[in-house]
């Protein structure tokens, strides 16, 4: 049997990160979204196992000593981190996973695992980034300015990625990311 790959997905705040994968992952069942640990609370109508693994910060600290994350980062006074062995049951059963995680933390996990797949999803343009993220309304224009002060950074890394993926549409990025994995199923990549 075909163990599975491990797909490291990142790119800026706005880049349409989770608009894409949720399209990808309806179109293909044999791909898997690993879920992130954290000792934040749960937000409403958020469970357990679905949305996040929901863990006490002593017991964060415990896994993190034995090193049992593939990768971990602390942001506003909680732990994120991503649990290296429900992704391995899944990669040993055959399933494609894919983590979508910020720029460090796919550096960090590259590392350990260097036979992952980077893919950057990027946005047009900076200037249509801005755009994006205005449009949602949900942030003061410092918060916004802060993002692209942010995105700028993580951009620069683009170039340590396998694959640049920009999200011109939700449809062509897709396609994009679809390719990708196809080849690399069938042994080309």
Not at 1 to 21: C, E, H, N, Q, W
Not at 149 to 156: K, P
Not at 170 to 179: H, I
């Amino acid at each position: 049997m075909r163990k599975g790959d491990l797909y490291i997905f990142t790119g800026p705040s706005g880049a349409g990160k989770g608009t894409v994968l949720r399209e990808l992952l309806a179109q293909d069942p044999g791909l898997f979204l690993s879920v992130s640990a954290t000792t934040r609370a749960p937000r409403e109508g958020e469970r357990d196992g679905v949305h996040y693994y929901f863990i006490s910060r002593p017991e964060f600290e415990r896994k993190i000593a034995e090193n049992a994350f593939l990768e971990y980062a602390q942001y506003v006074d909680n732990y994120y981190g991503t649990l290296e062995a429900p992704v391995d049951e899944r990669l040993a059963a055959g399933v494609d996973v894919i983590l979508e995680i910020e720029v460090q933390g796919a550096m960090q996990v590259h590392e350990k695992r260097p036979d992952a797949v980077l893919v950057f999803l990027a946005p047009p343009s900076v200037e249509e980034l801005a755009v994006r993220l205005r449009g949602r309304g949900t942030e003061t224009e410092e918060k916004v300015r802060k993002r692209l002060e942010t995105a700028r950074g993580e951009l620069a890394y683009q170039d340590r990625f396998d694959h640049t993926v920009v999200n011109d549409t939700v449809e062509n990025a897709v396609a994009r990311l679809r390719e990708i994995i196809a080849a690399r199923r069938a042994g080309h990549l």
